[in-house]
């Protein structure tokens, strides 16, 4: 076949997949939407929903516009006065290309995310709803839900990648929609993830402690802003997150592979990425329409089968792929690396994050001691989760490097199909992560509206079963987005010597252990600044969901409805305010290094905040899932349950977390992946332009 | 002057050091030794203090006899069984040389930590009963104990390298004494560190939580173990610790003079680092003697006063080293960056670990919203605090570099000699650190002899001056082992070359990357291992200390004497037990990676391990002292108070931090010398024998 027809089969995949995720959404959208009650709640969680999302990406097009013309702008046009006479060779189709290319990745993410959040808003008082008939109708709904999300994103991905290939057949430009899809991505996941922390932590803090009511009782001013939180920051923004990396490792792959082809290996390496990702589409597809669970059963159990089952269709596919292909082994070996790596990587997170082992254990069993006992076990474990993990990374990358080199393949291009076949079933792990919150919902609405004890009960199984799922794609997403870097950064190395630029990284260099040193420390900062936010703002808000209560006695009695509105206002508009500085560090950080202390040291910055970027997105991960679930071990009656000494200090400890695992964490890998992009991008004025 | 004389007048200077240590420990032992009851607590602490430390040290014998046996057989031996015949070449003076040195060095270290503490047992209670006098005879006592320390220990670390380098005139020789320094500095600085942490948790949560007795109220089971605590983690602990970095400074330093020597620089480019060491003693001694403070006045003022007092001398006393010696401006550059940036990066972290600054005011404050949210705004806080260090690092670094080379000194001598420059006044800014610790152990005293409310006021106000100095301390003692890492990390390639070995650190190789995350995960690993045997063990006493309560009645009504004895005994058995698996991590793990994946990939663990080691080092630091001072802040009265419920979250951010700023925090710059010594140690082999 030839390379085009490939690319056509690829295109064919994604439209199919957007096409199975529109029927799964319009299936979902014709079961009962429950009570009058029920429905109030929903309405509630929907437009708040749906608002935030509109004010976000509201300002995320201005920015994007923005970023669009200094991109058109900067690449594209001859600058004298800024840059001196002919230092830099311009070229408007690479400037006005990438604007646009980055604008539809923007857009084409936007509308992943957005799409995600739609089902997911209506998915859930279906959930809920249908909980009241058991768990396998209620399952099904919230499963199907997910695989909106999960199949209709890696669908736009692939739809977008491919046809903008096809138009251009210029590698470069695809980066273009990399950087949008990664820039939007990084404020949807941050901006949702601030939001929803603030939220959350909130309405617990006053509801909860203080005044001593139900988690999602309705009578708490915050409760509706809590549950916009998980759509917008869960789904949206999580959804954003691990698009924008599936993206980049495509991309990544493909730019590595024109590096192949000119070196004489042949064209269809370039669209050989494509192809892999094709394979695990219809590995997904495939794989998640055999998810189901009988009355009784296992919801966790079912959705990890379903994984396992994906990655050995995916690796079947693949060797077809391969070999029907006339491919080397050497480029089959780190595919199917990728994808096994991943799963481990996926299950030793489970490990450390579920109370069936001894981690969840001891936090739990500690907190006997109190609050701050329970911290430290917590943050030690969060800690010695990252080393598996880092190990597999190292495994997976090794595997890969050598695999391939042993065929002859630039080892590095393995490292690449390596991240690109740890994602590839993306469209199966998205789905039972999205599964997660809507589950979540679901119990928030049963809850707030009463559907009685059983329903409540099954709600609940269902929301447990999402927590090893989300575990285990947080494994995989943080896994790939590291191989995807280093990917990058290669990909940023080649980008400086077309453009004649020099590129020795060597760690003895001092300039280059600047750049390391100055990348190591943008996750921390990053972290610190998102986190910070969090408590700022939930200052804000705690003092808001107080007065509501002191100033109306009918809101605690249940008489007067409580002002939602204002408190979602509140989180909103704290939220889109701490998003400016965080986007400034991840785009003007690396331009400033890369200009003053000359692209060596901007390689050994984006060096620098893989590192600690892999390690804190791991360790915030795993420590805020730990601390949740040993709340939650507690809460199921052991060691005293509800209302004993160790829960009160457990629910400190998964307060502590809840910033880790949902604000800052899953921020990380798309910062590094958006600091490798911008380098990637801004490499041919970088190449001329430096102090040092 | 022939560089014989420079060596014997360092060698003097070190000596003299010594002498007026001494002369200050006899005038410490002359001042009133306080009533029956005062004597009889600090009679219990230093016998317990003798004891645990007789118990390590005996343990570190063990491991220093056995580790000096294994380098004397591994490289000075021919060992055709283990390594092939012929494959390595052997040198029986490098192996025991190298073996002898490491005991040397070994016991060196443990003479200076137990020097620290044995005047710190005796100067804590003549403080107390000072304090009854007035503020200016106690602080003198407390302050002139601390100098015993500095200045001793400098003392007999220049003795330990002049010595050695003047009989054998082998700079690689003199690494066996730096690896045998940071040996013992790691295990006595961990061990320390784990035994006060087990004990001060334990006693707090136990007394002033669940029983609400005071803090050191002589009832409380686990009181004399607290006080232990302070004097074996912080004192002897820490003094080992800043010894070891100092060594490790001075030897790197020298070891690159070599590979200037060898590009036909003057020979006394390699004592020349010794001659600087010799300037800041000088400058410590006279700025030591300096401090006063008068009725009424800030002890911590006197304290900053000292510190850039000897800093400035030290500047000048360097010019005439330089200029009088005939030596380049190029190397005048590093040695006063150095000192000043070490300043700066000790202020900076004053900054954000004083009260008088916003980062403690809104942890502070942000306690009203309960425990939670005090502990993420302090993490925060404490991560973003690494960022003004690192910079820090990185300017004195890039100054140091390119104001050698302007000169056309090697670049990377000149960062050595920023570290040796940083550290040189190590004499001033272990006194005003050690003064920490004693002044904090005569509050207790105070308060469990009940010397009355004016005494203990006194001993407070002392005791707060302390955390500055603490502060600044770490953050030099941080900011300096991270300079000195590099220079040895450069150490290490040159004993690779030299061993015929080839050294590219590229990061684009997977095996350096390996390397990389792998030293990256390194520092995080070795934090968790060592808080998790703090929570487990202090669970452990918390079992034993509320068994003495609840089964002897008399021991909370005053009547009976508690069982003091079973609690040291609890927390040195566990702290020692616990140093097995960071004792292998730091030994075991640099040369695993070196024989498997080659010197290039260990020298990429190294520098992995830098970064990491240095941004955790500074966070726990940092986040530890801001947590304890947020909580002091509010005991002294700000915001409700002492039981007020800002306070009570604010002790539980204070016990979470605890283990960050005393256990793992402080051990990871030691850990990270130790890991560059061992490489460099066994470079020789490591060049000739690996699998990959």
């Known amino acids: 076949m030839s390379d085009t027809l490939w690319i056509v089969v690829a295109l064919g995949l994604g439209v199919a997949s957007i096409g199975v995720a529109l029927l799964k959404f319009a299936w979902v959208m014709r079961q009962p939407a429950g009570d009058t009650s029920s429905q109030r709640v929903a309405r509630h969680i929907r437009r708040s929903a749906t608002q935030f999302l509109g004010y976000l990406y ?90 909106v999300m999960g199949l209709g994103m890696i669908g736009i991905a692939i739809v977008g990648i491919s046809a903008i290939y096809l138009l251009t057949e210029n590698a470069s430009l695809v980066l273009g929609f990399s950087f949008g899809a990664s820039a939007l991505a990084l404020l949807a996941k941050a901006g949702g993830g601030i939001y929803t922390k603030i939220a959350d932590i909130s309405a617990d803090l006053v509801g909860k402690v203080e005044f001593g009511i139900a988690e999602d009782d309705a009578r708490n001013p915050g409760s509706i802003a809590d549950n916009v939180g998980d759509n917008v920051g869960d789904i949206a923004g999580m959804g954003a997150d691990i698009y924008d990396s599936y993206v980049a490792s495509v991309v990544a792959a493909m730019l590595l592979g024109v590096a192949l082809v000119t070196r004489g290996f042949d064209d269809r390496y370039i669209v050989f990425p494509l192809m892999v990702s094709a394979a695990g589409i219809l590995a997904s597809i495939i794989g998640s329409q055999l998810v189901r669970v009988r009355e009784g059963g296992d919801p966790g159990r079912a959705l990890n089968l379903g994984t396992i089952f994906t990655c050995l269709l995916f690796a079947g596919f693949v060797a077809v792929v391969v070999f029907g292909g006339g491919f080397t082994f050497g480029v089959y070996i780190p595919a199917v690396a990728g994808v096994l790596i991943g799963l481990l990587i996926g299950y030793t997170t489970n490990f450390f ?178 986190m910070l936010a969090v408590t700022r703002n939930a200052y804000t808000m705690i003092g808001e969901i107080r007065r509501q209560f002191n100033e109306k006695p009918g809101v605690l009695e249940g008489t007067e409805t409580p002002d939602y509105e204002r408190c979602v206002r509140i989180a909103s508009r704290d939220a889109l305010k701490a998003l400016i500085v965080p986007a400034l560090i991840s785009v003007v950080l690396p331009l400033l290094v890369g200009f003053i202390l000359g692209p060596s040291a901007l390689g050994g910055f984006l060096g620098g905040s893989i590192f600690t970027g892999v390690i804190f997105a791991l360790f915030m991960a795993n420590g805020g899932g730990l601390w949740d679930n040993a709340k939650k071990w507690i809460e199921a009656g052991n060691l005293g349950g509800k209302g004993s000494d160790e829960h009160k200090a457990s629910v400190v400890g998964d307060t502590v977390g809840d910033p880790f695992k949902d604000t800052a964490g899953p921020s990380l890998n798309t910062l590094i992946t958006v600091m490798s992009l911008v380098s990637s991008v801004f490499a041919p004025l970088i190449a001329v332009m430096h102090v040092f």
Do not use: C, W
Request: charged share 10%; no cysteine.
């Open 58 to 147: 509201l300002s995320l097009a201005g920015v994007a516009a923005g970023m669009g013309v200094l991109l058109a702008v900067l690449l594209g046009f001859d600058l004298p006065l800024l840059f001196g006479e002919g230092v830099v060779s311009y070229d408007v189709t690479a400037g006005i290309g990438t604007a646009i290319t980055f604008i539809v990745g923007a857009l084409f993410a936007g509308v992943a995310g957005y799409m995600g959040m739609a089902v997911a808003v209506n998915a859930n008082v279906r959930t809920a709803t249908a909980a009241r008939d058991g768990l396998t109708p209620s399952f099904r709904i919230a499963f199907n839900g997910g695989s």
């Open 353 to 530: 994050t579920s109370d069936l082992y001894a981690p969840v254990r001891a936090v739990a069993k500690y907190s006997k001691s109190g609050s701050a006992i329970n911290i430290i076990t917590g943050f030690s474990y969060g800690l010695l989760s990252v080393v598996p993990s880092v190990v597999g990374i190292v495994v997976a990358m090794l595997v890969a490097y050598f695999g391939a080199e042993a065929y002859e393949i630039d080892g590095i291009y393995g490292v690449a199909i390596a991240a690109v076949g740890m994602l590839s079933i993306t469209g199966m792990i998205v789905s039972a992560d999205a599964y997660g919150p809507i589950a979540d919902n679901a119990k928030g609405i049963a809850e707030m509206s009463d559907l009685g004890e059983e329903t409540i009960a099954n709600a609940d199984a269902l929301d447990s079963a999402g927590n090893t799922a989300a575990a285990v794609a947080k494994g995989f997403a943080i896994g790939a987005a590291a191989l995807t870097v280093l990917s990058l950064f290669h990909a940023y190395g080649e980008e400086i010597r077309a453009a004649g630029g020099q590129l020795t990284i060597t760690i003895r260099d001092p300039l280059v252990l600047s750049g390391l040193f100055l990348g190591a420390i943008t996750p921390p900062l990053f972290s610190a600044i998102t």
